[in-house]
């Protein structure tokens, strides 16, 4: 007999089979050949094609579980939910004790919406399965809780999952989500630490701490995490993609750079990796090479709002005013719900002489992200700036409905030096600085003749913190 390999084997069972059935008359086939046949036409997503070799199988092997399994399962990912079902059912008469049907139908049923039976198999399937089998099942078990929005739940299954099997990569995966939504952090924790503790390479538990840590605000504990799963699995994208968004958040630029680098050509570059490397290279102040890395995302796709935005940044960097307005009504015009962008298309309108545009903006601006007093502060520097102090308090009473933060506080302290009302203004400047010192420099950015004030120097001294 003609030794072929694997690959050159499946090629001639194909050209058989097709001649055969060309001919109307399928002949008898070996079940380990009906299997080779139907995992090359999925391979291939020829998923007719597989399911007429399935159709021929069980012609010949009528009471073959594994055929109406294969049948069930591949018209499940078809999403034929009843059909798939029937077949599974067929399979489940052949081999009632087999887990990976149990799991199948779940699935199936998943999809009619009829959770409650789902559910009942899941029970019945958890009392004749163990070891990696059982895990599965409560992987099953897991999607369903979040079906329902029971994500606690889901947590819990998943943790029973790992329990049997750490390295059961739907779980682990199933796990980053259910952290997120149950917002068990700190279990999340201790669940990762003792698989790492058997696992020390699992690059998804890894992945998974850096997460919990992320959540916690204990960002160089996630950068520890994220960096080990690097270490684990250097293709590991998400990893690589966190591990560089907290470097930015902390601002450590020049390390977010060094972990780009450190992959580069390992992943494709999209459009917002190419902006967050523009971000370093802009915070670094080398404006020219954060501008081309913008362009390069612009040119890859041509509505991503953020470049706009930043190259727009770049601009009113270099007081280029008018490329910022032209960069900023870009991004505006692609996304017209982002706060900043309103904002830098309100600065650059200002700083290009057309007062009233800037104007709307900045209060739009400040409508948009109510909470967020750094909006409310901008457009009442604005009306201070224009001279508009009466109309900068009327601003600033709004915000403190919604927001809140001591620069509130100083900026309504600098428009009554502007209205001339001195005592009033000395008096709240000495609250100010009980409730917060170290802010005070604000005031100074407003007014930076207050600096040199006498009354204010003693009031500086009379407050400072011991």
């Known amino acids: 007999m003609k030794n072929y390999r694997p690959e050159d084997l499946t090629k001639v069972q194909v050209i058989e089979y097709e001649a055969m059935s060309q001919k109307g008359a399928v002949g008898f086939i070996e079940e380990t050949v009906f299997h080779s046949l139907i995992n090359h036409y999925c391979t291939e997503s020829k998923i007719e094609s597989a399911l007429e070799v399935i159709e021929y199988a069980i012609e010949q092997y009528p009471y073959s579980a594994s055929f109406y399994s294969r049948k069930g399962e591949i018209l499940l990912y078809s999403e034929f939910f009843e059909e798939a079902l029937i077949s599974l059912n067929i399979a489940a008469m052949y081999a009632p004790a087999s887990v990976t049907i149990s799991i199948l139908k779940v699935k199936a049923l998943m999809g009619l919406k009829n959770i409650q039976d789902a559910f009942e198999i899941i029970d019945t399937t958890k009392s004749i399965a163990f070891g990696k089998d059982l895990s599965q099942i409560y992987c099953c078990e897991a999607i369903l809780h979040e079906s329902t929005g029971k994500f606690n739940q889901m947590f819990e299954s998943l943790r029973d999952a790992l329990t049997i099997d750490p390295l059961n990569e739907e779980a682990l995966e199933g796990m980053t989500w259910a952290v997120e939504m149950s917002g068990n952090y700190d279990e999340s924790i201790e669940i990762h630490n003792a698989i790492i503790d058997q ?3 699992c690059d998804q538990a890894w992945f998974n ?8 605000d204990d960002d160089e504990m996630a950068i520890e995490a994220y960096e080990y799963a690097l270490i684990s699995n250097e293709e590991n994208e998400y990893a690589y993609r966190e591990c560089t968004h907290t470097y930015i958040k902390l601002k450590r630029f020049e390390k977010a750079l060094e972990c780009y680098h450190d992959v580069k050509g390992k992943f494709k570059l999209d459009g917002e990796l190419l ?9 670094l102040n080398n404006i020219k090479k954060a501008q081309t890395y913008y362009k390069q995302a ?16 770049c601009h009113s960097r270099n007081n280029s005013w008018r490329k910022a307005l032209k960069s900023y009504k870009k991004a505006f015009f692609i996304n017209q719900r982002k706060e900043e962008y309103i904002t830098g298309l309100a600065e650059a309108f200002y700083q290009t002489g057309d007062i009233e545009k800037a104007r709307k903006l900045f209060q739009k601006a400040a409508d948009t992200a109510p909470e967020t007093s750094v909006y409310w502060l901008r457009h009442a520097e604005f009306l201070l700036d224009i001279g508009e102090a009466k109309q900068a308090i009327k601003v600033l009473d709004e915000a403190e409905i919604y927001a809140e933060g001591v620069e509130l506080f100083y900026c309504r302290i600098a428009c009554l030096f502007y209205l001339g009302k001195r005592k009033e203004a000395l008096y709240f400047f000495g609250e100010a600085l009980l409730e917060d010192y170290k802010k005070h420099h604000y005031i100074f950015r407003l007014i930076p003749a207050l600096a040199i004030d006498p009354e204010i120097v003693r009031l500086l001294s009379k ?4």
């Open 199 to 201: 696992h020390p390479y």
């Open 209 to 216: 701490l850096g997460q919990a840590y992320t959540c916690l």
């Open 275 to 283: 902006v967050n490397i523009g971000y370093c290279y802009e915070m």
């Open 298 to 313: 612009i040119r890859l796709c041509p509505r991503n709002d953020r470049a706009y935005f930043q190259l727009g940044e």
């Open 463 to 466: 407050y400072r913190p011991v």
